[in-house]
């Protein structure tokens, strides 16, 4: 019956391996301790249930565990939002304990009477210490994986730098006409793989190029080398999408 129901979620509440801490809330608002599960209590303290029962929850955080004023300011605050509006809040939160410095993540749930009051709070916290160093870890190698891939952007446009030098003093030898376009010509492309290299390097996102900017350069410098008569303007109209390398090289 009730009894069997109670005691299993007794054991459920003692076992959990998120530490659980739950407050009464007095009339005045002052939140007092009736129960924390085995988590809570190794987790800071090694203290007995027996022993931190009763007490406020200003008591706890400061004397049970140890945290600064200013810390339990905050939390008074979040519980006070909680116990106002009647819903429940979670947030990330870092927390030193005999271990070591730990971050948690903190979910503090209303428990309502028949009323509809907020009679209790229920204070549950996740150690996600792994999955953060886990996600910092992952940050840290995609952050140098996009290092890598500047570099290699910037050491192909240098080539491909070098290689439009060497066409144009071998193109300064041609005399047939058809011969000296096709160099211009070649040399035009190669100039156009050269600033795509040089806008990848130079994006915030190393991925993609704003395209609107790199066909604006692209048509000026082509402007400039192919000598256009007086009185000619080009004009670019290019919205600024942003296109991966596979697709800006050709249409570039």
């Given at each position: 019956?009730?009894?069997?129901?109670?005691?299993?979620?007794?054991?459920?509440?003692?076992?959990?391996?998120?530490?659980?801490?739950?407050?009464?809330?007095?009339?005045?608002?002052?939140?007092r301790l009736v129960a924390a599960?085995?988590a809570s209590l190794e987790r800071?303290?090694?203290?007995?249930?027996?022993?931190?029962?009763?007490?406020?929850?200003?008591?706890?955080?400061?004397?049970?565990?140890?945290?600064?004023?200013?810390?339990?300011?905050?939390?008074?605050?979040?519980?006070?939002?909680?116990?106002?509006?009647?819903?429940?809040?979670?947030?990330?939160?870092?927390?030193?304990?005999?271990?070591?410095?730990?971050?948690?993540?903190?979910?503090?749930?209303?428990?309502?009477?028949?009323?509809?009051?907020?009679?209790?709070?229920?204070?549950?916290?996740?150690?996600?210490?792994?999955?953060?160093?886990?996600?910092?870890?992952?940050?840290?190698?995609?952050?140098?994986?996009?290092?890598?891939?500047?570099?290699?952007?910037?050491?192909?446009?240098?080539?491909?730098?070098?290689?439009?030098?060497?066409?144009?003093?071998?193109?300064?030898?041609?005399?047939?006409?058809?011969?000296?376009?096709?160099?211009?010509?070649?040399?035009?492309?190669?100039?156009?793989?050269?600033?795509?290299?040089?806008?990848?390097?130079?994006?915030?996102?190393?991925?993609?190029?704003?395209?609107?900017?790199?066909?604006?350069?692209?048509?000026?410098?082509?402007?400039?080398?192919?000598?256009?008569?007086?009185?000619?303007?080009?004009?670019?109209?290019?919205?600024?999408?942003r296109l991966p390398l596979e697709?800006?090289?050709?249409?570039?």
């Amino acid at each position: 019956g009730m009894r069997d129901r109670e005691a299993r979620l007794a054991a459920v509440f003692n076992h959990a391996s998120d530490a659980m801490t739950l407050y009464a809330v007095d009339a005045d608002g002052t939140l007092r301790l009736v129960a924390a599960n085995r988590a809570s209590l190794e987790r800071f303290s090694r203290v007995k249930e027996t022993e931190v029962l009763g007490l406020t929850f200003g008591e706890i955080a400061l004397d049970i565990y140890k945290r600064s004023p200013e810390a339990i300011a905050h939390y008074q605050t979040l519980l006070r939002s909680v116990i106002d509006t009647r819903t429940a809040l979670t947030f990330e939160d870092g927390a030193t304990t005999r271990d070591g410095m730990i971050f948690v993540e903190a979910t503090i749930v209303p428990i309502l009477d028949d009323t509809g009051r907020c009679a209790q709070v229920l204070w549950s916290s996740r150690n996600v210490t792994v999955e953060r160093e886990a996600a910092e870890r992952t940050r840290a190698a995609l952050a140098e994986k996009e290092t890598l891939l500047r570099e290699i952007h910037h050491r192909v446009k240098n080539n491909l730098q070098v290689i439009s030098g060497l066409l144009h003093f071998q193109g300064k030898k041609l005399s047939a006409p058809a011969d000296v376009a096709a160099f211009a010509d070649l040399r035009q492309r190669i100039f156009a793989m050269t600033l795509l290299h040089e806008r990848l390097y130079q994006s915030p996102d190393v991925g993609s190029v704003a395209f609107g900017d790199y066909v604006q350069a692209l048509v000026a410098e082509l402007g400039r080398s192919s000598a256009p008569g007086q009185g000619i303007h080009i004009g670019v109209s290019a919205d600024d999408v942003r296109l991966p390398l596979e697709l800006a090289m050709p249409v570039g």
